[in-house]
């Protein structure tokens, strides 16, 4: 009954791995976001989608690929992972822009 | 370029007493403007949001917000806070034709004291 659900809730794994957090919703909306939550809890936007069409890209490093293989999953790849790149990572969605976004639990990563 | 400030980052009220949670905003035009909930070790949950019209916005769990254009202020109150409410509050703002990108303030942490 989820509506927005993430996998894994953590993630702990060495410098230089690579590693994907998978995100599903269920609400039957067409945008799914990636945002990155820090330390200090700064929330900052990552990627958009809009029916599998990516619309945001950030400033991320190109190590970070998102994936939509359809409209109700999005998934984020990390290649040669950092250290900086520990944080809790959000999925969200929402039925268009403007509109309300439905975050996920959150994936915590921790980059030893 | 956007930006959202949330002047407090840890505020704490006495159960039963009334609050309000500052958020300023910088935007060439009317945003559209949020707050959100993150209680700990959760997502974000919308409390409430304001696109145009009535400048007095009613949310869940008792919250409103008051969208002062004079002051590019969109400040959150409850009459009377519970336990429950304390959380990490998030101001949000939204661009015209920006696909959904959020700019998040730096976030208010509120305790609630018995």
């Known amino acids: 009954d989820t509506a927005v659900s993430q996998t894994p809730k953590y993630l702990v794994t060495q410098m230089g791995n690579d590693k994907s957090i998978k995100c599903e919703q269920n609400?039957?909306?067409?945008?799914m976001y990636w945002y990155k939550q820090d330390s200090k809890k700064f929330l900052k936007i990552m990627f958009s989608?809009?029916?599998?069409?990516?619309?945001i890209n950030e400033t991320v490093p190109n190590r970070f690929s998102p994936k939509s293989p359809d409209k109700a999953h999005l998934n984020l790849h990390i290649n040669s992972l950092e250290l900086g790149d520990s944080a809790v990572y959000f999925c969200?969605?929402?039925?268009?822009?403007?509109?309300?976004?439905?975050f996920g639990p959150g994936t915590r990563l921790t980059v030893l | 370029a956007q930006s959202v400030t949330q002047p407090d980052i840890h505020i704490t009220v006495s159960e039963g007493a009334s609050l309000e949670l500052r958020c300023n905003y910088s935007?060439?035009?009317?945003?559209?403007l949020f707050w959100y909930v993150q209680s700990p070790g959760q997502g974000l949950q919308l409390l409430l949001k304001?696109?145009?019209?009535?400048?007095l916005v009613q949310g869940i769990k008792g919250f409103e917000a008051e969208f002062k254009r004079s002051q590019s202020s969109f400040n959150l109150r409850k009459p009377s806070v519970h336990w429950s409410d304390a959380a990490e509050y998030f101001c949000a703002v939204e661009g015209y034709n920006q696909g959904g990108k959020l700019i998040f303030g730096q976030g208010t942490e509120l305790s609630v004291k018995p």
């Open positions: 989608y809009n029916n599998k069409e990516l619309i």
């Open positions: 969200a969605s929402s039925q268009g822009a403007v509109n309300e976004q439905f």
């Open positions: 304001y696109f145009s019209g009535d400048t």
């Open positions: 609400l039957g909306h067409d945008t």
């Open positions: 935007y060439g035009a009317t945003p559209y």
